[in-house]
């Protein structure tokens, strides 16, 4: 969205346009575009609103309601936090007794919309002019959070005691940024400012390696759902826990932490295939505390570098999906034909890891036929390839 575009759906009548439109569908957009333009209304306008009402639309899996009172762009959008997530990066600084965060990169303004919720002042900054115009208008709620257009890391932190920020991991060209030092703004250059307010916290991609984390930081990966979100970097007072690494799982209004034991992160031994299987939570996995979820169900690993789990009991935890195992036989495409013809399998669920087998194509090749469902994990087994069946408990 340009100035112009911005300009005119704050002015009454632009809000009030995009107030009053329909849920955004795709197949009437245009329909209504036209029919807005000829009505008269100001083109600038119209494409503005209409841009609006399908974020928000799409927002509404991020933010919920609140997204219908939210202006965005598409970036901001993409980089927003959930609210969820939000609400426990929020407490997290309330829980530590802070009283003045600076958000340091605050894009469309979601996490300084949850800090504002808890009761904290909010200082928010963007570098990006139209992105912090649009956190202001955001922010509109709370009288305790104000936003600067600038650079987060010239920001006067005189009265603050929290440290809050989102580096931008996108070119402009929406290209995927993994070095750390290209972030917008460097990473280390954000945790160079811990030194002056030692509570800092910080949302990354969850895609980063352990050897790129601070030895001081609690890094915390996140899943909503089973979809890995991002990994939280907290730390001083926000880190009471101390440095090392956990997993908190969000599902069904639920949150559930898994952490490693004072002698650090469990390790099992690798064994054969028992009567249930477990599939780790994907932050479990990238907190490297399969070990810890094996502990947990008695379980054991079923290849050393495999994060499947196996156990002969069967133990209802939310950081694993636990699968009944029925059957097991080395892997061989005409044998798991025959399997599955035999029984009749036309609708078949293919889980893999640890092997270069492309689900789609093993199932043109398996040409199934029947109306039961099956579901297999293809992966190693102490070393070699096997196909596992298994049914969801």
């Not at 990066?89 to 303004?109: E, F, N, P, S």
């Not at 996490?111 to 912090?132: C, I, K, N, Q, W």
């Not at 202001?136 to 929290?162: I, K, Q, S, Y």
């Not at 499947?308 to 059957?327: E, F, G, I, N």
């Amino acid at each position: 969205m340009d100035p112009a575009g911005l300009t005119a759906l704050l002015a009454p009548d632009g809000w009030a346009l995009l107030s009053a439109l329909p849920p955004y569908d795709e197949k009437l957009a245009m329909v209504i575009s036209e029919r807005l333009r000829t009505e008269g209304i100001d083109p600038v306008l119209v494409a503005a609103a209409l841009t609006q009402s399908r974020l928000r639309a799409k927002a509404h899996a991020k933010l919920g309601d609140f997204a219908d009172g939210m202006l965005f762009t598409q970036a901001g959008l993409e980089q927003a936090t959930r609210l969820e997530v939000g609400a426990h990066h929020a407490r997290r600084y309330r829980d530590a007794g802070l009283t003045h965060v600076a958000d340091l990169t605050c894009g469309i303004g979601a996490d300084a919309m949850a800090f504002a919720g808890v009761g904290l002042r909010v200082t928010a900054s963007d570098v990006d002019e139209m992105t912090a115009a649009i956190a202001t208008v955001n922010l509109r709620h709370f009288p305790e959070a104000v936003v600067r257009h600038g650079d987060g890391l010239t920001l006067d932190l005189a009265g603050v005691d929290g440290l809050y920020a989102d580096p931008a991991r996108r070119t402009s060209r929406g290209a995927r940024v993994f070095d750390p030092a290209a972030y917008a703004p460097p990473l280390d250059q954000v945790l160079a400012l811990r030194s002056a307010v030692p509570a800092l916290g910080l949302k990354l991609g969850p895609g980063i390696p352990h050897t790129a984390l601070p030895d001081d930081a609690q890094a915390q990966w996140v899943s909503v759902d089973g979809d890995v979100v991002e990994v939280g970097l907290w730390f001083g007072p926000l880190a009471p826990e101390g440095p090392g690494r956990s997993a908190l799982l969000l599902s069904g209004g639920q949150a559930h932490v898994v952490a490693p034991g004072p002698d650090g992160p469990a390790q099992v031994a690798v064994g054969p295939v028992g009567d249930y299987l477990y599939e780790p939570d994907g932050a479990v996995i990238r907190a490297g505390l399969v070990g810890d979820v094996a502990a947990r169900v008695e379980g054991r690993l079923v290849d050393a570098t495999i994060a499947y789990v196996t156990s002969d009991a069967l133990h209802d935890d939310p950081a694993a999906t636990a699968y009944r195992v029925l059957d097991t036989m080395p892997f061989g495409l005409k044998r798991l034909r025959a399997y599955l013809r035999e029984r009749g399998v036309g609708r078949l669920t293919i889980k893999k890891r640890g092997t270069a087998v492309v689900p789609e194509q093993l199932r043109k090749q398996l040409d199934l036929r029947g109306d039961a469902a099956a579901t297999v994990v293809l992966t190693r087994v102490a070393g070699h390839q096997q196909i596992l069946v298994v049914e969801e408990v």
